[in-house]
């Protein structure tokens, strides 16, 4: 069983229906599910979210290819700002269509952070925190009164099939090392420059701005019921017989592989090799802190500086936490000690 295989076990319990929310998870609690017909959640036009200088938008988003290119969120597609993903690649606009630039993808059915940057002369897409496409801006963004949607648009009403969250609106160009410092965690309190979240925990409120949306057409807060069981494999460990572990990396030449389990270790515990069974590369723990501060914790160290992601997925609540390092840097320690609110 691989890191593919929980993606999979996670996607396709999407569509059964839907459990109490947690109160965290990554992505955090519940979710916005659009099926790919015309669904989405609509916010009033108002002078806050009609940014004219600098933004930044950002998200969570597990889509599957629906065929050309579907909304994720737009102002108006004909005059405005809108963000949309075509077949697997971002495509961004600043005020129409003759504004359109793509660069970067995003991965069939698997939860993927993204983030377009317009400020400075220049428009930025990002992808799990690594920039992907910088384009020279000349045009200046567009102001419509149109409302917002999120998963369509007024001028271009194609939804994508799939889930959308923690949506945010920045009126400030974000860096690198801003979006990456926030990526796995929550931004709901009042923060200079960010304008709106839209949670979607069972709701479409803004949780900072008050630019709450209204769902509309085929459209569901949920969140998927759990899988039940975790399975250990070759390349997932299975700790607390309820958290399954597992590790992508990505080498300097563009190899991408699952890690390999070096040693089962101990309930709490396990290692991982990336290329050989003789150079272990990670340790990963779960420790059950719900006596401390009712949630579980998740610790580990890796000696490398290749690209890898860090997935844990709580099987008894579908709850899960997600951790990057990035190809070239030395891969810093995780100690979340505030990782899963599943207990007991």
């Given amino acids: 069983m691989t890191e593919r295989y929980i993606r999979a076990m996670f996607l396709s319990l999407v569509t059964i229906g839907s459990l109490p929310v947690p109160s965290t998870a990554q992505p955090f609690g519940a979710f916005v599910v ?55 690649t971002i495509r961004s606009q600043s005020s129409g269509p003759t504004t359109a630039r793509e660069g970067g993808a995003v991965e069939d059915a698997r939860w993927t952070h993204i983030a377009v940057v317009f400020g400075n002369g220049l428009r930025k897409h990002y992808v799990n925190g690594e920039e992907r496409a910088s384009f020279a801006e000349t045009v200046p963004l567009g102001v419509s009164s149109s409302p917002l949607r999120i998963g369509s648009d007024v001028s271009w009403a194609f939804t994508p099939t799939g889930c959308i969250d923690e949506l945010r609106l920045w009126n400030v160009a974000r860096t690198k090392a801003q979006i990456r410092s926030t990526i796995n965690t929550t931004v709901h309190s009042p923060t200079p420059g960010l304008v709106s979240v839209w949670a979607f925990d069972g709701a479409g ?48 030449a563009g190899n991408v592989g699952d890690a390999t389990v070096a040693s089962c270790g101990t309930s709490d515990s ?31 160290a890796a000696t490398t500086n290749v690209g890898f992601r860090l997935e844990v997925l709580d099987v008894q609540r579908n709850d899960s936490r997600i951790y990057f390092n990035y190809l070239g840097e030395s891969a810093p320690a995780v100690t979340d000690a505030a990782a899963l609110q599943t207990c007991p």
């Fill in 34 to 88: 659009l099926t790919g017909a015309n669904g989405y959640v609509e916010v009033p036009n108002s002078a806050a979210i009609s940014v004219a200088g600098e933004m930044t938008i950002e998200a969570w988003v597990n889509i599957t290819p629906s065929g050309g290119c579907r909304s994720l969120v737009g102002k108006n597609f004909a005059s405005s700002y809108w963000i949309g993903v075509c077949g697997t």
């Fill in 205 to 252: 409120n803004d949780l900072v701005g008050g630019q709450n949306g209204t769902g509309v057409g085929q459209y569901s807060f949920q969140f998927p019921p759990a899988v039940g069981h975790c399975d250990p494999g070759p390349h997932v460990l299975c700790l607390q017989n309820r958290f399954a572990v597992a590790v992508e990396w990505r080498d300097f």
């Fill in 270 to 300: 396990g290692l991982y090799w990336f290329f050989s069974p003789q150079n272990v590369e990670m340790l990963v723990k779960v420790l059950n802190g719900c006596t401390f501060n009712d949630r579980y914790w998740i610790f580990a």
